[in-house]
């Protein structure tokens, strides 16, 4: 109760500051009780299916999440081996660190004109995006953790003459994984701010089309109730890695 209590006095609060503020003559943003009447057949009906792009918000989600999930688990594989790569070699990091410390200020929607005229597609685009946008975080925290596994266990595993893969397997993944999932959770808070953005573009069904559609046609109440949505979503995203991460570092990852 001392953690639930909390967020629902300010969430409260919150709501009866926004019901006052646009309730008030001239206001040009819907108050929530205005937003709850005007999306309430959204909300009550997530799943309704009326072809093409008029689908519930559910089926929207869904398809964002999709996306979501192949561009970054794209990432993670790519990320953490090159990461690894730089934090094992300095020769790699000397020659690698320096590309992509530029690649990384590239904001992410900047990528999708290129790719969109290398893949000709709007979906693997999209993909590509999160992919580029969820890797840098992954790359850098996972070759800092490398870099920072303590000489003792380096030591521990010449005495017990570990193989190579042995010794990524007992030796560098267990020290470096609170880095690495400090790096997934940055990844995939990025990557669900990207997909939005690129949907907006692209177009097809997704929650990032579904605002950009809902503002051509001046639905701001469901533009306020697919944030609402995004937001949720993206909170949900950083918990479950974080609870991946503390399950596999047993506790050691930040929470």
Known sequence: MRQVLPPLIFTAVLLIIWQMLCSMEGSALPPPTQVVTDTWELIIDPFYDNGGNDV??????????????????????????????????????????????????????????????????????????????????????????????????????????????????????PAAAPYIFSGLRIGVGLSWLAIVAAEMLIGGVGIGFFIWDAWNASLISDIILALIYVGVVGFFLDRLVAWIGRLVTRGTSAS
Do not use: C, H
């Open 56 to 173: 519930g918000m559910a089926w929207q989600i869904l398809a964002s999440l999709e996306r979501v999930a192949y561009g970054y688990m794209l990432a993670v594989v790519v990320g953490i081996s090159l990461g690894v790569l730089v934090g094992q070699s300095t020769w790699a990091m000397r020659g690698l660190d320096p590309v992509f410390q530029v690649l990384r200020t590239v904001p992410p929607l900047a990528w999708l004109p290129l790719s969109l005229a290398g893949f000709q597609d709007s979906n693997p685009s999209a993909i590509f995006v999160i992919f580029i946008t969820a890797i840098w975080p992954i790359i850098i925290n996972t070759s800092v953790g490398v870099r920072n596994i303590p000489e003792d266990y380096r030591n521990v595993a010449r005495v017990l003459r570990l193989n190579g893969f042995e010794y990524f397997g007992k030796i560098m993944l």
